[in-house]
């Protein structure tokens, strides 16, 4: 049977989550201590077990027919003895028709593997949203600006970098930025920013990447390549890779339930 989950689901939700994915305690303690909702947790469940489930997390998609509601599948996953069993299959199609009955516009997600872009293909998903990567060693040379770790007072001066980005873009509420923040600054190594004449120039999420490496996630905004040097010498560290929202490498897929044209975009940083 497919359905919502209600609130004395929360222990079996809880308990397949981390046999799909095993690890990052902490990361799992706040998503389901910050984020989770029953509401919008889809599962498929056969006598009294808890068999797979989608989070379907709703946003909002900047296109070239404005800003208009999708959904973010998130979390999907299925317990290994009810796997091969379609049991994915059916719970996105019925995601799908509750998209159309609430008037969302399009099903997006993020592939967890390479393999599972050619999975989602088949339930009419396209390869949509695309990242660059680029890796910078510490120099010892002095940074143009100023570079600070960023507080709740520099979201609005975020969001504007990041909406005045052109093309396709999810969007994100001011409890998403609030909560993206909170995030890395509970789990990651915080949130930099590049000031240049009293003006925030760029950002980036950061989070430490082993002994002496940081990975700075959605780097948004100019002299990106100043922005990492400055995190590499703020946070003392050696090396760093930095992600961007250019076209280049495969990030994620849309599935629009309409007539509208896939364009290549960014999908913004959701949680981890």
């Not at 609430?102 to 989602?120: D, T």
């Not at 409890?175 to 190594?189: P, Y």
Request: with cysteine; aromatic share 12%; glycine share 6%.
């Amino acid at each position: 049977m497919i359905r919502f989950a209600e609130a004395s689901d929360l222990e079996a939700v809880i308990a397949l989550w981390k046999r799909c994915f095993p690890g990052d305690d902490d990361f799992r303690d706040w998503f389901f201590g910050q984020v989770y909702d029953p509401a919008v947790t889809l599962v498929d469940e056969e006598q009294g077990n808890l068999c797979a489930m989608v989070q379907m997390l709703p946003y909002q998609l900047r296109d070239a027919r404005g800003i208009r509601p999708v959904t973010y599948i998130y979390g999907a996953c299925t317990a290994p003895e009810y796997r091969r069993q379609h049991r994915m299959d059916r719970l996105l199609q019925h995601s799908f028709a509750l998209d159309r009955q609430q008037g969302r516009v399009a099903s997006i997600l993020i592939p967890q593997e390479e393999w599972l872009f050619g999975f989602y293909d088949q339930f009419g998903y396209q390869t949509a949203f695309y990242l660059d990567t680029t890796t910078y060693q510490r120099k010892t040379l002095p940074v143009s600006g100023s570079i600070r770790r960023l507080t709740a007072a520099e979201l609005p001066a975020m969001r504007e970098l990041y909406e005045a980005a052109p093309g396709v873009r999810l969007m994100r509420s001011d409890t998403d930025w609030k909560r993206q923040l909170e995030l890395f600054d509970r789990l990651g190594a915080g949130v930099y920013g590049l000031e240049q004449d009293s003006s925030l120039r760029s950002y980036a999420f950061v989070w430490h990447d082993g002994a002496e490496k940081l990975w700075a996630q959605e780097c948004c905004g100019t002299d990106t390549d100043v922005l990492a040097q400055g995190i590499l010498q703020a946070c003392a560290c050696q090396r760093i890779r930095l992600t961007c929202g250019k076209p280049v490498q495969k990030l994620g897929c849309i599935r629009y339930h309409d007539d509208t044209p896939v364009e290549p975009g960014y999908f913004n940083l959701l949680f981890n």
